[in-house]
């Protein structure tokens, strides 16, 4: 980029302030959690913006994007940046938008849907959500920074899944407005269905301006924390109360152990060699629960009813995938993988893994409902990582002995698992971003040589 492009920049957002420069600045927010893998840390490490912009309305992205298309000047969007696959990492340099400023809660309906900017934080709209009766269906255990435009680009799941499934699921995403990367740029309406074309795109074929979000009726949420001495006792008492239908709950995790060893600072929670099941449930629900937990020669070491606002640790910092980041504190030779465990066989396929891998593969369950309704053990087990090869080793053995594995170590939207066979994210990027100027290398099945959308071929 030239000089005239940071003037002509400053000059369509009225502020000089708008565009961002600064080498450290320019390495901060073009980069995300992409060192969370050893294999994406050394083929990401030196790539970052040219530009960063701050748009604070549509119209400010749609002038961006109208000058971007015209000199033909790479954009990948940001939310803020706590994507683990390098999602929001850009290849070619170019302009990141940051849509931190614009992150405003537009309405909560009366009937339950948040209608957001897209910038806007998880925990605001939470928070917002929660006065007026309602809460997040969903949300990642980053909630506190992630924003929903992020979460929609490049997330998945996490809190609350084990009721209402991942974001994907039970039109949670109600709509979207998305602009495209054309000379003319164009904000267009998705609504049920058809929000599958852009979700997950890691921001390839549209960058979303406004989102629709279903949300739940608020509970009440108690955490509560039990030890076993086996994880197979620990597994398969967690499995019972993820499959009742009686608790309302939030979050079921297991940790074998050690990896709870890793929680620095809960360790007066951690008892030495054993394993740990983190729940949220109702407030009403939690007495039965510990209840039963005993019977099944649990020890409750954490148990904390409702309280607002929250006094102590916050259990689900230690969930989904900031369980890697504790174990990556403890040691870096440490990584992670992302598996779908067979409810049915699912201590086979432990124990083959054991047998396989020792303890170079660790168990880290989070039980979510699935796309019809059945519960799931679902894993970010972490691994020890030696070399690429031994990772797909262990990859290659999940698949084979039929545990599912999105790799979090890919860094194209096709790799990782939420790519989908019918292809209509392809077809919505060729659609949308004729040029590949959105996020470019990331969708690696597009060609910009290939402009129209009839020539993609189903791969399904
Ligand atoms: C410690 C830790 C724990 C995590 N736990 C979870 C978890 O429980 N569940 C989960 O799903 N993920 C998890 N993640 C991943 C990540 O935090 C979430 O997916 C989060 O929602 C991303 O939001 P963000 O605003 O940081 O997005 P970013 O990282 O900024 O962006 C993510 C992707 O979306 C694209 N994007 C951003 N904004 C837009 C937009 N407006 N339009 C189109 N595309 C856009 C970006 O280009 C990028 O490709 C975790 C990550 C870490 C580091």
């Known amino acids: 980029m030239t000089s005239t492009h940071f003037s002509d920049l400053a000059a369509i957002l009225r502020h000089a302030d708008a565009v961002i420069a600064d080498p450290q600045m320019l390495e901060r927010l073009s980069k995300d959690f992409y060192w969370y893998s050893p ?13 960063v912009v701050q748009p604070r309305s549509r119209e400010d992205i749609q002038n961006v994007l109208r ?72 949300y990642p255990s980053t909630y506190v920074k992630a924003s929903v435009g ?16 991942g974001l994907r699921d039970n ?29 997950h795109s890691w921001g390839t074929n549209g960058l979303i301006t406004e989102v629709r979000l279903a949300l739940g009726p608020k509970r009440d949420w108690a955490q509560l924390a039990v030890a076993f001495d086996a994880y197979d006792a620990a597994y398969t008492f967690a499995e019972n109360i993820a499959n009742d239908t009686v608790t309302p709950k939030r979050l079921v995790t297991v940790f074998e152990w050690p990896i709870p060893s890793y929680f620095a600072p809960i360790q007066r929670f951690c008892p030495l060699g054993q394993s740990l099941i983190f729940f949220l449930v109702e407030n009403s629900a939690l007495p039965e629960v510990v209840r039963k937990a005993a019977l099944a020669g649990g020890t409750i070491v954490y148990s904390q009813p409702y309280t607002e606002p929250r006094k102590g640790p916050l259990l689900t910092d230690y969930t989904w995938n900031h ?36 303890e170079d593969f660790l168990f880290h369950i989070e ?22 090869e031994y990772l797909n080793e262990m ?66």
């Not at 994507?83 to 990141?96: F, K």
């Not at 614009?102 to 339950?112: F, K, Q, T, V, W």
């Not at 109600?174 to 269905?193: A, S, Y």
């Not at 039980?367 to 690429?388: C, H, M, S, T, Y």
Request: charged share 25%; hydrophobic share 40%.
């Open 39 to 51: 294999i994406l840390k050394a083929l990401l490490e030196d790539k970052r913006a040219e530009a």
């Open 395 to 460: 990859i290659d053995y999940c698949r084979e002995i039929g545990v599912t594995v999105a790799n979090p170590h890919v860094n194209q939207v096709e790799g990782g698992g939420r790519f989908r066979s019918d292809n209509i994210q392809l077809r919505a990027k060729y659609q949308f971003d004729p040029r590949g100027l959105l996020n470019p290398g990331k969708m690696a099945t597009f060609s910009p040589e290939d402009t129209t959308a009839g020539k993609v071929t189903d791969r399904a």
């Open 67 to 138: 000058y971007c298309f015209d000199q033909g000047i790479p954009v990948t969007v940001r939310g803020s940046g706590t994507g683990n696959y390098g999602q929001a990492i850009p290849l070619e340099g170019g302009v990141v938008i940051d849509l931190a400023l614009m992150d405003r809660i537009l309405a909560i309906e009366p009937s339950g849907v948040a209608v957001c900017e897209p910038g806007a934080r998880l925990i605001t709209i939470e928070n917002e959500a929660r006065k007026v009766g309602w809460e997040l269906r969903c």
């Open 367 to 388: 039980f979510v409902k699935n796309d019809r309704g059945l519960i799931i053990p679902a894993a970010l087990p972490i691994v020890r990582f030696k070399d690429e």
């Open 150 to 165: 992020g979460f929609l680009g490049g997330g998945s799941g996490g809190i609350g899944s084990i009721t209402y499934g």
């Open 323 to 358: 369980t890697t980041l504790w174990a990556l504190k403890t040691d870096p030779a440490l990584t992670y993988l992302q598996c779908g465990f067979n409810p049915e066989t699912a201590r086979q396929q432990f124990r083959l893994i054991r047998a396989r891998f020792g």
């Open 171 to 199: 039109q949670t995403v109600q709509g979207i407005e998305v602009l495209t990367m054309e000379p003319e740029p164009r904000f267009v309406r998705f609504d049920g269905d058809a929000v599958h074309q852009i979700l």
